[in-house]
C-alpha cells in the first residue's frame, strides 16, 4: 500500500513538474512565435477598427465604415495563418471561424458600397459575433481589451 501512495506521490510530482516546465516553453514560445506575436499585433488593431465601425455606422458614414472593412480584408489571409495559444488543436476551427469572419465582412464592406445601412448595421452584428466566437475557444486571457469580450453589435 505505502508502495502504492509513494508511487501515486511520485507521479502527481511528475505531473506538476511537467505542467511547470510545459507552462515556462509556453510563454518562451509565445514570445518568439511569430505567429502568435502577429495575433497579438493584429487584434488591438481589430478592435480599433470595431470601434471604427460603429462610429461610422451611427453617423451613417458608410465610406468610413468600408475603409476599415478594406483594412480587415487586407489581414484575414494572415489571420488565417496564425496561431492561437489556446486550443491550438482546434487549428481547423479556428481557419473555419476566419472564413465565416472574411465572409460576413465582405457582407458588411458590400452593403456599405451599395449605401445599404440598414443592411450594413446587420452585418456588422454578424462580424461581431464571430470576434466573439473565436475568442470564447481561442482567447486565452481574460479581462483586457474589454472591447473585444464584450464586442457588441
Ligand atoms: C479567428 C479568431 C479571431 C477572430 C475572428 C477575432 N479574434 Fe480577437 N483574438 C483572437 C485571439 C486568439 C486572441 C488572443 C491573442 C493572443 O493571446 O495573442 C484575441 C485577442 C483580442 C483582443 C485582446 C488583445 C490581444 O492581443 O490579446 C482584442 C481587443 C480583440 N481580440 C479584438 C477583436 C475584434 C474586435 C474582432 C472582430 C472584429 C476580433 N478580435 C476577431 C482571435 C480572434
Redesign the pocket.
Known sequence: MIKVMTVIAAAMLLATAVADAHEGQHHDK?HVDAH??K??????R??????L?VTSLDKGDLKGVVKQTDY?LSTTAD??K?T???NVAKLKD??G??S??ERD?TVLADSAKKGDLQGARAAFAS??K??????E?????VG??????E?SG
Open positions: 509565445h502568435m506575436a495575433l497579438h499585433k493584429m487584434m488591438p481589430y478592435a480599433k477598427a470595431q470601434v465601425i480587415i489571420l488565417k496564425s492561437p495559444h489556446k479556428f481557419q471561424i476566419v465565416d469572419f465582412v462580424v461581431a464571430r470576434c466573439n466566437s473565436c475568442h475557444t481561442f482567447r486565452a486571457e483586457y481589451g474589454g472591447a473585444a469580450s464586442v
